[in-house]
């Protein structure tokens, strides 16, 4: 059936806590954007534009690094910086080929060191957080 309501221009995708729990971001598809808040009171940090559309993204509060799958070419890591003010900082960028363009989930291991996500054939990737290098691929079945 046809959708009873207009498209909204935005659609968030994702939220995360950060700064233990006193603020929070969401990531929204189409507007390519990180917006974050401070929770008490209410009241915009940053607004972040990305180069790409957002697909799923994941966040490590120890490092304060974000995982962005960015639905073109791969994964874009960014680090969470505060001084002289709020801001996301980009560290780099995991290349992978993407042949459709389905949102894969992302994921860091507990320490943050290795960074997890599926790909659109159905492996499994780990990756050198710091390195940035591939570090080992699973395969289904």
């Known amino acids: 059936p046809p959708l009873q309501h207009p498209r909204l ?5 994702s939220a995360h806590f ?4 006193h603020c929070i971001f969401f990531a929204f598809l189409d507007s390519r954007e990180i917006i974050a808040w401070k929770i008490a009171p209410w009241n915009r940090i940053f607004n972040h534009k990305m180069r790409t559309r957002i697909g799923s993204t994941a966040y ?5 690094q974000l995982l962005v799958w960015n ?3 791969g994964i874009d890591i960014y680090r969470l910086v505060d001084h002289p003010t709020s801001a ?3 560290l780099r960028h995991l290349r992978l080929s993407i042949r459709r363009n389905y949102i894969c989930h992302v ?10 996500t599926g790909t ?11 390195s940035g290098k ?3 691929v699973l395969h289904h079945g």
């Open 88 to 90: 996301l900082h980009h």
């Open 71 to 73: 639905l073109v070419d």
């Open 120 to 130: 659109d054939n159905g492996q499994i990737l780990l990756w050198d957080t710091k």
């Open 18 to 21: 950060f700064n233990q729990g």
């Open 134 to 136: 591939l570090a080992q």
């Open 107 to 116: 994921q860091f291991d507990s320490d943050g060191k290795v960074v997890i």
């Open 60 to 64: 490590h509060e120890a490092s304060q």
């Open 9 to 13: 221009p935005s659609l968030p995708i």
